[in-house]
Structures are given as C-alpha cells and as structure tokens.
C-alpha cells in the first residue's frame, strides 16, 4: 500500500486552511476532563497505524509502519538501564520519519541522514544520562547546541523533545496539532524554538496536574493529535437528492 502522506495528513493544509479543524482537540483541552483524554488517548494506536500503515512515500523518501516501529523502539529504551540508554543513526531516522509523516515534512528532511552512527549514540548516551538526572533542558540542549561535542546535524527542539519522551512519558514530543490547542499565539508562525518549548511543556505539565496526575505529557499529546484526526477517514452515505437516484456523498 502506497499513500503519499499529503494526501491524508491533515496537518498539511487542513487545519491551516479550516478554522474547525481543531475545534474537537480545543474542546477537549478546554473540558480537561482526564477520563476523555484516556479514552482518546487510547484511540491513537490504533488511528495513527491506520494513518501510516504500509509504505509512505514523500519524494525520495519512504516509511514503512513507522508508529509500530517507533513504539517499539520507545519500549527499549524505556527498558535500559540508568546510563545504557540511548539510539542509533538508524533509530534516529526511523524517529525523524515518523515526526515527519505523522506531523509534515520539511526541507531539512534529510539534513539528518548525514550524521555519524557513533556522533548519535554519544550524544543521546548524554542526553539521556541528563534526562534520567532530572535535566530535561539540559538533555534537549545537548542534542541540539549549534556548537559542541554532542549536537546533532539536522536535529532541533522537536526532533530532540521526540527522543527524550522515548525515554521519559513526562516530556511531550513537541507536536503541531498539541502546540496549537496549548500555547495558541493568534494564528502567527509557529518557530519551534527551545522559548516555545519551554513554554509547551510548563503548559502541557500543567493540564497533566489539573487533571490529576492520572495520564503522562505524552498522552496528553497523542490524545491531542487523535482529536484532530479521528474524522480523517471519509465515510460514504447515501441521500437523495431532488428525486433522482440516490448517489453516494462522501462525509467526514
């Protein structure tokens, strides 16, 4: 099965071009009621297999079932010992892809591929050593410093927040659909920067507490995202229409 991801990722244009496209994901942030976020929350497995399952392809790129892979791959790292844990090039770029199908693809796409394997496993080594130190600014910075021993080519905020919350559920990946429900900036850009990280995850922190501690910071991103995206898959209903045979009219 090959589906190229701007067909149907909402994210693409959708929710730029549509003010109601994250009214289910405003409502639900608003209501902060923990047992809907839960329940949303559980949807995402099964919607974002849906949405990536297979081969995606984006100009010379290819994915295949990047979000079972990248909850494998969160597993392991979860499971390594204080001090063991970190990933690889290849790792790393699965993470990349599944950032980029699962939100949109950027220019820089490929910028990563040109690290080397042993550059990325001593930087997330450091990063993930400062994490598990209670450092999660320290451990972002350490991957993303445009200068220094552990930094890597190609990896910003987002990418770095994605490989910290594959160690650590109370760092939320740094989404686009989740930034714009928490730190919403009257529609102007979006920069991706560690000010508006900063400010993301203090907020994303704060709904976890207001609602009791029950769920992780990244729950409460993958429920986010499940809002926007669980009407993606068009359903067929049939109407009639000014007497003539009932036709099938796609719906949302």
């Not at 109601?20 to 994901?25: E, G, N, P, T, W």
């Not at 969160?74 to 063991?84: L, Q, S």
Request: glycine share 6%; aromatic share 8%.
């Amino acid at each position: 099965m090959v589906r190229l991801a701007k067909t149907f990722q909402k994210s693409m244009k959708g929710y730029r071009d549509d003010p109601f496209a994250l009214d289910m994901a405003k409502e639900l942030w608003n209501n902060g009621i923990a047992f809907s976020f839960d329940e949303m929350s559980r949807m995402y497995d099964t919607l974002s297999v849906k949405l990536t399952k297979g081969k995606v392809v984006w100009g010379t790129h290819e994915a295949r079932d990047v979000c079972s892979r990248v909850d494998a791959l969160a597993k392991k790292v979860m499971n390594c010992a204080d001090g063991d844990a970190c990933i690889n090039l290849e790792e790393l770029k699965l993470a990349r892809d599944w950032k980029m199908i699962r939100s949109r693809v950027r220019p820089s796409w490929s910028e990563l591929d040109k690290n080397d394997n042993d550059q990325v496993v001593r930087s997330t080594t450091e990063a993930y050593r400062l994490l598990d130190g209670g450092d999660w600014k320290a451990a972002l910075l350490c991957m993303t410093a445009t200068k220094g021993d552990t930094n890597i080519h190609g990896v910003g905020p987002a990418t770095a927040s994605l490989v910290l919350a594959l160690r650590d559920r109370s760092v939320p990946f740094f989404g686009e659909e989740a930034v714009r429900i928490a730190i919403p900036n009257s529609g102007t850009s979006y920069k991706y920067d560690m000010r508006e990280y900063e400010e993301y995850i203090k907020v994303m922190r704060g709904k976890v507490e207001e609602m009791g501690g029950g769920l992780t910071a990244w729950e409460v991103e993958r429920a986010l995202w499940a809002a926007v995206y669980e009407e993606e898959e068009e359903k067929e209903e049939v109407e009639e229409v000014e007497g003539k045979a009932a036709k099938k009219r796609k719906k949302r």
